[in-house]
Structure formats: structure tokens, C-alpha cells
């Protein structure tokens, strides 16, 4: 297989992740709440499918068991967050603390120090569409998958519809946008803060299914490794605007991809390598700091520093 290639399925194996986490946080963030618990929500939803995944070797389950406890998750954060009007951040960060804690417990209990999900046998869930597989670039863009690459698009697809063509995007952006106005306008604004939640939750949920699942083929509670952070920076670069989102959280794969392909061809730096993605990610946010810095100033206004 070509250099390419590699890197571009590479690319697509690590961005995956951040991808769905991206897009769950992104609609908390439609809604003015940058949620901080991300990075906990993939480490449960990677917990609860690996747990399903171990048990009952069944990718199918693993993955409807963690759409089911990331729902109450999500379920569980709205109440703290809209009912008991809990802090947003604070909620966010028990979520990642609890979900580190529940983790490392349940592995306890179990006599382990992790979970081989290599029960399931990922790689013969990938899809190779017969006739390019030596076709360069097309090889690498739609061969070698998980069925999570393709559910991804689908979910992009579904948002981009959603936050454009129906009332209940509409009526999240507007709720972000001025929450007493959205009262005001008769919109039933707790209901859709918690359908938006449980939907932001089920979404990143699914990203801790790739990396347990598909991804590293092992459940530990350091495997998110920092993704969901990763994630609020992508839509924080775009905007909140799906598209810009996902490019975003593209290119942060793409670091991965590169300093993963670097790393298995020079072993000697691989340690110096691992901290390319967090470097370009720093450089990116930085970047995109000055540019909305300079968007921001208006011709002929003095502004103090």
C-alpha cells in the first residue's frame, strides 16, 4: 500500500474520534454551553461498550449498550445542569472525574487491568469496495473503514440538516443565541436543551466506542488520552459551524496520522514525535486566535488593550 494511503487511513482511523466528539460538542456549544465533560463521556461510552463488547462478543451490542448508558449520561448531566442549574463547567468536570474514578473501580472489581476487546474481530468489519483498492488516494479515502467511519458521516450529514432545514436547530441556535428571548417566543426552551444534550452525549458516547473498540482494541481508563479537549479546540477553531468543525478535527488527525507513520519509521525519536499533534494544535488555536482578534476590530474604533 502506498505511503499516501496509509497516512490517509491513518488520518481517518485517528480523527475519528475527535470527529464524533467534535459533533456531540458541537451542539452543546449551539446551545452556549462548552462542555468540558467530553472527554468523560467518550471514557464512559468506551467503559460501557467495552463491558458489552467483553461479555457478550458482539460488536452490535457493545455498540447499542454504549448508545444506552451515554443516553442516561446525557440524561443525567441535563438535570444536574438544567433542573438543579448546576455551573456547566463544574458538571462537566465531576462527569470527567466520575467517569476516571467508575473506570478504574469497575476494572478493580473485575481483578483486571484492562479489557481485550480483541473478542471482536474489527478488521473484518472493514469494507473494501472491490476494484479500487490499487487506485491511489481513492484507496485510501474509502477503503479499509469501520461501519463507525460511515455511521460518522451519516451523523455529520443528519446535523448539517438539522441545524440548517428544521425547527428544532433552529430552536437551539436561538436558545444559544438569547435564551430569554426563546421564552419569550413560546419555545419550549428545557425541553430542547435536554433533547440537545442527550443527543450531544450519545454522539461523543460513540466516539469512546471507536477507540475502545475499533481503534486500540483495549479498554483502560487512560485511552481517551486527551481527545475530548482535543474536540472543543476543532469547534472552537470553527466556529461552530459543522463544516469548519470537521475540517478541524480532519487536520488534528492528520497530526496523529503523520506523527504515528513518522514514529513506526523512526523509532529512535518516537517519544519526540507523540507531541507533534499537541504542537500543532497549539499553533492552530493560536492562529486562529489572531485572526478572530483581527476580524474582530472595527476601522476607526480605538480599542484599548
Not at 428544521?166 to 436561538?174: A, L, P, S
Not at 426552551?189 to 458516547?205: E, H, P, Q, R
Not at 466506542?209 to 483502560?220: G, H, M, N, P
Request: net charge positive; hydrophobic share 55%.
Amino acid at each position: 500500500m502506498k505511503v499516501i494511503d496509509v497516512i490517509l487511513i491513518n488520518t481517518f482511523i485517528f480523527a475519528l474520534p475527535i470527529v464524533l466528539s467534535t459533533l456531540g460538542g458541537l451542539i452543546a456549544y449551539k446551545l452556549n454551553i462548552v462542555n468540558i465533560g467530553l472527554e468523560g463521556f467518550m471514557l464512559l461510552g468506551g467503559l460501557f461498550s467495552g463491558l458489552g463488547v467483553y461479555y457478550t462478543k458482539s460488536y452490535v451490542v457493545g455498540l447499542l449498550i454504549c448508545l444506552i448508558f451515554s443516553g442516561l449520561i446525557g440524561l443525567i448531566y441535563a438535570f444536574f445542569a438544567i433542573k438543579l442549574k448546576s455551573n456547566f463547567i463544574i458538571t462537566g468536570f465531576a462527569i470527567n472525574v466520575i467517569a476516571g474514578a467508575l473506570s478504574a473501580y469497575i476494572l478493580i472489581t473485575m481483578d483486571r487491568k484492562d479489557l481485550d476487546l480483541n473478542v471482536v474481530n474489527a478488521e473484518n468489519l472493514k469494507l473494501v469496495f472491490s476494484g479500487t483498492e490499487n487506485i491511489p488516494i481513492l484507496n485510501g479515502l474509502i477503503n479499509s473503514h469501520s461501519p463507525m467511519f460511515f455511521i460518522t458521516i451519516i451523523i455529520f450529514i443528519l446535523l448539517v440538516v438539522i441545524f440548517n432545514s428544521t425547527r428544532f436547530g433552529t430552536y437551539i441556535k436561538v436558545i444559544g443565541e438569547n435564551e430569554k428571548a426563546a421564552r419569550a417566543q413560546g419555545i419550549k426552551v428545557d425541553l430542547i436543551k435536554y433533547l440537545a444534550l442527550i443527543l450531544s452525549a450519545l454522539i461523543v458516547g460513540l466516539g469512546g466506542f471507536a477507540i475502545a473498540v475499533e481503534q486500540i482494541k483495549l479498554f483502560t481508563p487512560d485511552i481517551i488520552a486527551g481527545t475530548g479537549f482535543i474536540a472543543i479546540a476543532a469547534f472552537y477553531c470553527g466556529n461552530g459551524k459543522p463544516s469548519s468543525s470537521l475540517l478541524y478535527a480532519l487536520l488534528f488527525g492528520l497530526a496523529k496520522a503523520l506523527a504515528f507513520t513518522l514514529a513506526f519509521n523512526m523509532p529512535q525519536v518516537e517519544g519526540i514525535l507523540k507531541i507533534v499533534p499537541y504542537v500543532a494544535i497549539v499553533i492552530v488555536l493560536t492562529v486562529t486566535a489572531i485572526i478572530k482578534r483581527r476580524k474582530s476590530l472595527m476601522r476607526g474604533v480605538y480599542q484599548d488593550e
